[in-house]
């Protein structure tokens, strides 16, 4: 039980982590409009939210369009269809000079909810009406519910894959490292236990690689509505599974020779440090705009994208799974140890 | 002897035994002339820069394959053993390193005038043609090392045919991704030094090959 602790503690993370991650909410947020294109005086256009209560806090409900820092217009409700419906009307004042805005819808439940760049104004259309005037801008803070996951346009509820998908490539980074160490050992010392190691860890590299790829496979349809694209990081991903994978095809055809461990650790040394090639330096030198979060060539999450709700849960979920992938090792380590030492 | 005789000597038995049986070296010719026909029956002319560019690179990868994939092949049996007591195995990689960067410098330039006759001049109007020379010494040098190390691990297997694409293609993206970005700003005619960053690139990863081959091939060669 005293040395078996790690393996407790990185069970429970997994198992909060993913409790978290499928069991709460999302923050309410707008997601589109029927159109995009306001004209001066009177225009009426509906809504699509998300967990916005609508029905719910009918009579709480309000909002705006933000022209700049301190002038709004107001709009009011028409009609509520059902909680995540609702129709506006607006009324655009003839002097505007301002061609874009943003859109607020707020309640006493959620809050203020927000869809930037949401209207363009076409002023040499419409015909403005003398009422039409400015309010101020002003923000109103709904229920306090603990620990929702951040709303993002076009992510949405796929936000939740984030503690999936980015804790796989930072286990198999782990296990990379230690493949790599112990390929190092091996070329020193030739003692077969570190052979067995480098292969094992580089066999749970490659099963992690792979649910990596698959989540972020299913991650970029979503998101960006292809399965694969042509990217930096997804280079680095697709290099890392070839060369993994490579690396048991290396060891498979080279089981009967005599120096079959060194010719693998080589091979490992060199894929790894191509690998890290690929990955670190290529982006930066680049310079490609990429589509995946971390854009100055870091491939994890910036700061920017991560909300204190999102950071307590995931890395929570990173620890877990690096704590599990080196106990699977640990596993696999063992059998394959054992296996060798009865043949 | 000193390691620099030793490579000398290396390079010079490498290139009298090319010389005596000058129908490998034909042999990589013809291939890259029929590769570079099948895109001209398939192509008829060349659309783009761009896609020149990455029709010779992987043109250039492939032959690279094929003439770097044997070189080790008179090195095993007794001739190993041969060598293995008469050569510092550093010696014997940065000599076969050497040769074949040479080796693949002179296919690549044998390839860019095969590419020239068949499928037109147009896109090569505006190439800045010493910034591109730079571009293929170094990808040939970074190729080679890459290639001449793969080769000594697949010389070790039984099975020697696919393994050495399998091993080898996905070690050579970096450094391909890197020389065809470099080279496509050459045919639109910037110079060397207004390319300066993928150049470091590409310096920086051919010394990081190298000596990891350096490094690590003496491992392979104590049997």
């Known amino acids: 039980m005293a040395k078996n602790w790690w393996k407790i503690v990185g069970a429970l993370l997994v198992i909060y982590a993913t409790a978290f991650s499928f069991l709460r909410p999302l923050e309410p947020g707008i997601i589109q409009t029927d159109k995009t294109e306001l004209v001066l005086g009177q225009n009426t256009f509906s809504v699509t939210g998300y967990n916005s209560h609508f029905v719910d806090y009918s009579s709480s409900l309000k909002g705006f369009l933000r022209v700049d820092s301190v002038r709004a217009i107001p709009i009011t409700v028409l009609d509520i269809k059902d909680n995540v419906h609702a129709e506006f009307s607006v009324n655009v004042p003839a002097d505007i000079d301002k061609t874009v805005m943003d859109l607020f819808l707020s309640n006493d439940r959620t809050g203020s909810m927000f869809l930037p760049a949401a209207f363009r104004i076409d002023q040499s259309k419409g015909n403005p009406a003398a009422s039409a005037e400015y309010t101020n801008v002003a923000f109103s803070s709904g229920e306090e519910i603990p620990f929702e996951f951040p709303f993002q346009l076009r992510i949405f509820d796929t936000i939740r894959n984030l503690n999936f998908h980015v804790p796989m490539w930072f286990t198999m980074f782990v296990l990379m490292g230690l493949s790599l160490w112990y390929s190092i050992r091996y070329l020193n010392s030739d003692k077969i236990e570190y052979d067995l190691k480098a292969a094992s860890s580089a066999k749970i590299a490659l099963i992690f690689c792979s649910l990596g790829l698959i989540t972020g496979s299913i991650w970029a349809r979503f998101a960006w509505g292809d399965w694969w694209t042509t990217d930096a990081k997804l280079n680095g991903a697709a290099v890392s599974f070839l060369l993994l994978a490579a690396y048991f095809i290396l060891r498979k055809s080279a089981e009967d020779k005599p120096n079959k461990g060194k010719i693998a650790a080589v091979y490992n040394i060199l894929s790894f440090f191509m690998t890290m090639a690929l990955i670190m330096v290529l982006p930066r030198l680049t310079g490609a705009a990429s589509l995946h979060p971390g854009e100055d060539g870091n491939p994890a999450f910036s700061s920017y994208d991560l909300d204190s709700n999102l950071r307590m849960v995931f890395y929570p979920a990173c620890a877990g799974w690096i704590i599990t992938g080196i106990w699977i090792y640990n596993l696999h380590y063992r059998i394959s140890n054992l296996k060798n030492t009865q043949s | ?223």
Not at chain 2, 70 to 89: D, W
Not at chain 2, 110 to 124: E, K, S
Not at chain 2, 139 to 158: E, H, P, R, W
Not at chain 2, 170 to 180: E, G, H, M, N
């Open chain 2, 1 to 223: 002897m000193k390691l620099h005789r030793q490579i000398l000597t290396l390079i010079k038995k490498d290139i009298s035994l090319e010389y005596k049986s000058l129908e490998s070296l034909a042999g990589m010719v013809l291939f890259l002339l029929a590769t570079v026909y099948t895109c001209f029956l398939t192509f008829k002319k060349m659309p783009t820069a761009e896609v020149w560019n990455a029709l010779f690179w992987i043109i250039i990868i492939f032959s690279g394959f094929n003439a770097i994939s044997g070189s080790f092949k008179n090195e095993t049996g007794g001739k190993h053993f041969y060598l293995y007591f008469l050569v510092n195995p550093k010696a014997l990689i940065l000599a076969k390193i050497i040769y074949n960067s040479f080796l693949m410098l002179t296919l690549s330039i044998i390839g860019l005038a095969i590419f020239a006759l068949f499928l037109g001049t147009n896109v090569l109007e505006d190439i800045n043609f010493s910034s591109f020379f730079i571009g293929l010494v170094l990808t040939s040098l970074g190729l080679s090392g890459i290639l001449t190390i793969i080769s000594a691990i697949a010389s070790q297997l039984d099975f020697k045919g696919g393994i050495i694409t399998v091993l080898g293609l996905p070690l050579l993206f970096p450094l391909i991704l890197i020389s065809q970005k470099y080279s496509a700003q050459a045919l639109s005619g910037v110079s060397a030094s207004g390319n300066m960053n993928f150049l470091l690139g590409l310096l920086t990863l051919n010394v990081a090959v190298i000596t990891l081959s350096y490094v690590l091939f003496p491992y392979l060669w104590r049997q």
